[in-house]
């Protein structure tokens, strides 16, 4: 891979199509050995192991052997204004290098400001700087971690004033500035939606879709007037439609199921995995 290339996307239909996946979560894992069938690929979040402790170092062994596996961090804060945190992206590229993944996802976020962490992810303005801050942050990661980045949707409950660009204008130029591919989030789009009153489809149709190579799904929660991603319930149905809305146009290699909270057993999410094979199927995503 040649200097220009690192962390870059390249054609998407070059990655390869690992179908359905699951976002693995520590509860599952006896169920996840005693029946594999039906799920084509964990999605592991990068910090829970970060550590050098054998348990955790054999645990990602472990699951590294039996599945593909593609790491989602939480807490690059490509957003900050103040840069990167070296350590954390250190700790990070570790982690990334150990798998050698396909690629591997970060949120379009920031989750420390002047240092301090903030507890969540935060979105962005959608200003200029914004987006010169997060494109050179994204650059010093693409210097440190070669594999392909994925750049993640995460919701808001409002949009501050003072914004330049909408959502998909500012997608649209930080995927041409970094050459980074998108990782959909179905729930995540759709509660925007609602809750800054926009038509989903309308939004696809200003992205470039060809770079979405991966998605995210799973229920979402009502708190008074707000829909909130909680992640902690099954798939509704308007999330299925959108997911094939966004299977049949994007030419996505895989859709990963991110459950966390009332998580169930394992045999419980399974019927979700095979709809969301089904649908990647049908759109010839994969066989
Ligand atoms: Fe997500």
């Known amino acids: ?107 379009i976020a920031y989750t420390r400001a002047d240092g301090v962490a903030i507890g969540h992810l935060a979105a962005l303005p959608l200003t200029r700087e914004a987006l010169d801050f997060l494109c050179a942050n994204i650059h010093a990661a693409q210097r440190r971690i070669p594999a392909p980045l994925i750049l993640e949707n995460i919701t808001t409950p409002f949009r501050l004033p003072g914004d330049e660009l909408t959502e ?40 470039p879709l060809e770079r979405v190579v991966q998605t995210h799904y799973v229920g979402w929660a009502r708190r008074g007037d707000t829909w909130v991603d909680d992640h902690g319930s099954e798939t509704p149905e308007p999330v299925w439609e959108l997911l094939a809305e966004v299977a049949a146009r994007c030419p996505l290699r895989g859709m990963v199921l991110e459950r966390d909270r009332n998580i169930p057993a394992l045999a419980e999410l399974r019927p979700e995995l095979e709809r969301a094979r089904e649908i990647g199927r049908k759109a010839g995503r994969w066989d």
């Open 168 to 207: 998909p204008q500012f997608l649209t130029e930080l995927t041409e500035r970094t050459g980074c591919g998108l990782l959909l989030d179905v729930t995540n789009l759709l509660v925007n939606a609602a809750n800054l009153s926009f038509d989903p489809s309308e939004y696809l149709d200003q992205l």
């Open 1 to 107: 891979m040649g200097k220009a290339e690192r962390g870059a996307l390249g054609q998407s239909t070059e990655l390869p199509a690992l179908g359905s996946g699951l976002g693995y979560r520590r509860v599952h894992r006896g169920e996840l050995f005693l029946d594999r069938r039906g799920i084509d690929f964990l999605e592991i979040v990068a910090d829970h192991f970060m550590s050098a402790d054998p348990a955790v170092q054999s645990e990602l062994a472990l699951l590294q052997a039996h599945f593909p596996l593609i790491p989602h961090g939480l807490d690059l804060s490509l957003g900050s204004a103040e840069g990167l945190d070296p350590a954390y992206l250190d700790r990070l590229a570790r982690v990334v290098e150990a798998i050698d993944p396909p690629w591997w996802s970060e949120h």
